[in-house]
């Protein structure tokens, strides 16, 4: 099983930074006893390995090598390795650079760097209720859905279609993960390559996938979900997981 990290983008949202935006540090962990900050990035990363990620594929631009140099500054369960977008032309873009990686694995994980979610174990979640899914979403309800992705499914769980960034979104829940066959991932780079790479953002892929036949299933496994890419959503995280540490969650443990 493998993970794929895009992690190239500028974060203008939040900017300016004296680091990545993926990792600023939200939350702490505890080394040798000690506390010590821990960067944003570094719960997705926990999550895929919980998962049974042993491979992740970081895809970052030129400039970030401070995320190389941080993880490569700690061990981890998984082998972490990098792939580089020389520019910024869009999530798609940035996923299917690790693609050739990712057809010899029989599970891939998309996630996004700048978000921290809950429960932890909803890529396991999502894969238990699903197994046999080519392509499956990982839902989390929002209280604004127009600033994401949101994915409106029938009551069995096959996605009819994303709502990308629509103001008059009728979902409050959206994807903030993802797990696909390798095979599927495969299909859906050759289905972008087909559509001449103009797909930006996943769920505008992911409708053309549907409508070519294809079947997308979704899995309401979240329970919180929190975008660290705003100084707003960045604020909402740092006392979510101050409230968490004192009070944990049930399946936070």
Not at 33 to 56: C, F, N, S, T, W
Request: net charge negative; proline share 6%; glycine share 6%.
């Amino acid at each position: 099983m493998m993970g794929i990290i895009p992690a190239a983008g500028a974060g203008q949202r939040i900017q300016p930074l004296g680091c990545s935006k993926e990792l600023l540090p939200v939350g702490s962990r505890t080394v040798n006893g000690v506390q010590r900050p821990k960067a944003v990035a570094e719960y997705l990363v926990e999550r895929m390995i919980a998962a049974g990620a042993d491979q992740i594929c970081m895809v970052i631009s030129a400039e970030k090598t401070d995320i190389i140099r941080y993880f490569a500054e700690r061990d981890y369960a998984a082998q972490i390795f990098y792939v580089v977008q020389q520019q910024p032309l869009g999530l798609c873009d940035a996923l299917f650079r690790a693609e050739p990686f990712a057809r010899q694995h029989e599970q891939v994980l998309i996630g996004l760097p700048d978000t921290i979610w809950f429960p932890e174990n909803a890529y396991r979640a999502a894969l238990d209720a699903h197994p046999e899914a080519e392509v499956n979403l990982v839902l989390f309800p929002v209280m604004e859905p127009a600033a994401f992705d949101a994915v409106v499914c029938d009551q069995l769980g096959y996605v009819q279609r994303v709502e990308v960034k629509k103001p008059e979104a009728q979902s409050h829940w959206i994807w903030g993960a993802v797990t696909a066959s390798g095979p599927a991932f495969h299909a859906l780079k050759l289905l972008w390559e087909a559509r001449h790479r103009e797909d930006l953002f996943l769920g505008d892929l992911l409708n053309a996938y549907i409508s070519a036949g294809n079947v997308v299933r979704a899995t309401h496994a979240g329970e919180h979900y929190m975008d660290v890419g705003t100084l707003e959503g960045y604020r909402t995280a740092q006392d979510f997981l101050r409230a968490m540490a004192e009070h944990p969650l049930p399946h936070a443990a």
